[in-house]
């Protein structure tokens, strides 16, 4: 088992930044993914940003050269992060954490942190 502990969302203006953390502890071993997503209202959740045990990152075409995925680890849990950049009123949704076990056995979804940007 995992679990996630997600911090950071918030309300900023147009052209600020954000920082999200999202910290799993328990069977973190078993991570090869770990990833954003976000949910805007009668949207569809979407992939924002992953990246896997080796460092390897995508990124939504919307967040490209905006937004940076990272992530460190200890002995006690892994924790991700997204710098936010050059926010945007439409990257306003419910930002979730999700990890995945390997071979996509597990996976695990944080409790949502809202990130809401004014115009």
């Known amino acids: 088992q995992v679990q996630l502990v997600e911090s950071g969302g918030g309300l900023v203006q147009a052209g600020g930044s954000l920082r999200l953390s999202c910290a799993a502890t328990g069977s973190i071993f078993s991570i090869n993914f770990m990833g954003w997503y976000r949910q805007a209202p009668g949207k569809q959740r979407e992939l924002v940003a992953s990246?896997?045990?080796?460092?390897?990152?995508?990124?939504a075409d919307s967040v490209k050269g905006r937004f940076t995925i990272s992530f460190s680890r200890d002995n006690a849990k892994n924790t991700v992060y997204l710098q936010m950049y050059s926010l945007k009123p439409e990257d306003t949704a419910v930002y979730y954490c999700n990890v995945q076990t390997f071979g996509g056995v597990s996976t695990y979804w944080g409790q949502g942190t809202q990130v809401t940007v004014s115009s």
């Open positions: 990246i896997t045990s080796g460092g390897r990152t995508n990124y």
